[in-house]
Nanobody
Framework: QVQLVESGGRLVQAGGSLRLSCAVS????????MGWFRQAPGQERAFVGA????????YYAEAVKDRFTISRDIAKNTVYLQMNTLKPEDTAVYYC???????????????????WGQGTQVTVSS
């Protein structure tokens, strides 16, 4: 079992930056793939990016790949989502997720993920 707790979401102005954190606990998650997803009101949950916990390899959605960066701190058991040049369309609840069944880093489907955090709200004002 793996537990995920997101934090860092808040109201920010367009053009600003924000860093979300995902604290990870539990067993045997060092071989997992960690993903970030987001869900805006009235929309389906969408892939943002992912990182392999062990190798650090990352993969991003096209909409964010030049603005967002995912990293992990192994000592702190924490995954980060650094978001720069934020836009109003980035407003959403952001979720951290963990996949034990991954095959490659470059997939976007949420069904691959076994564990989810509770989400943290990010609101970007124009």
């Amino acid at each position: 079992q793996v537990q995920l707790v997101e934090s860092g979401g808040r109201l920010v102005q367009a053009g600003g930056s924000l860093r979300l954190s995902c604290a990870v606990s539990g067993r045997n998650f060092y071989s997992y793939k960690m993903g970030w997803f987001r869900q805006a009101p009235g929309q389906e949950r969408a892939f943002v990016g992912a990182i392999l916990w062990s190798a650090g390899q990352t993969y991003y959605a096209e909409a964010v790949k030049d603005r967002f960066t995912i990293s992990r701190d192994i000592a702190k058991n924490t995954v980060y989502l650094q978001m720069n040049t934020l836009k109003p369309e980035d407003t959403a609840v952001y979720y951290c997720a963990a996949s034990a069944r991954w095959v490659v880093v470059a997939t976007t489907t949420s069904s691959e993920y076994d564990y989810w955090g509770q989400g943290t709200q990010v609101t970007v004002s124009s």
